[in-house]
């Protein structure tokens, strides 16, 4: 009976985690991810392994940080499973969708950046995304990824270079 209801008071703290932090934890995913059914998918994954290490986890209060970890394992495990399958080319295969025009400025460019954000290497990618988008310090996104802080320097350096020299970015810019 005790089992029960420690188990219940678990699930308690689980529902309530994911309804208070759901939609930051999908906003992380997402970046991830260029497909936010991708994202959903990588969420879910990572809730659940969340919740069958719930009584695993010593400090709930650290809880946001255990899922980006886990969130970004996910993502890495499914690019490195997903490289047989997917190939670089120089076009897409489905022709490109212009957004509706949109008279602020302001969102244009921040189209234009996050698409070219999507189209970074993976692993430059995710590092950007976090400094940038998650707002995480070089030491901290250095310890989600589990790399050094050098690591991060130099791939952000290389992802914000390729950035500036991107087309679609520069005539955003004007």
């Known amino acids: 009976m005790t089992t029960s209801v420690c188990a219940s008071a678990s699930d308690t703290q689980f529902s309530s985690y994911v309804r208070a932090r759901g939609q930051v934890l999908l906003r992380t995913a997402r ?8 994202a959903e998918d ?30 970004v394992n996910t ?22 969708t212009t957004p509706a025009p949109d008279p602020a400025e302001q969102q244009v460019l921040r189209d234009a950046m996050w698409r070219a954000v999507l189209r970074l290497p993976d692993r430059q990618r995710a590092m950007v995304v976090l400094r940038y988008y998650e707002d995480l310090s070089e030491a901290q996104t250095a310890e989600v990824l589990g ?10 350096s290389r992802a914000l270079a390729k950035m500036r020299e991107d087309d679609e970015l520069v005539l955003a810019r004007g």
Do not use: M
Request: glycine share 4%; net charge neutral; aromatic share 8%.
């Open 31 to 38: 970046s991830l991810t260029a497909d936010p059914r991708d």
């Open 42 to 71: 990588l969420l879910q994954i990572a809730l659940t392994k969340t919740y069958l290490a719930w009584e695993r986890i010593e400090d709930h209060r650290a809880l946001d940080g255990y899922v980006r970890r886990t969130l």
């Open 75 to 96: 993502r890495t495990s499914q690019w490195r499973k997903r490289r047989i399958d997917e190939f670089a080319c120089d076009e897409l295969p489905e022709g490109e």
């Open 147 to 156: 790399v050094s802080i050098g690591t991060v320097k130099s791939a952000v």
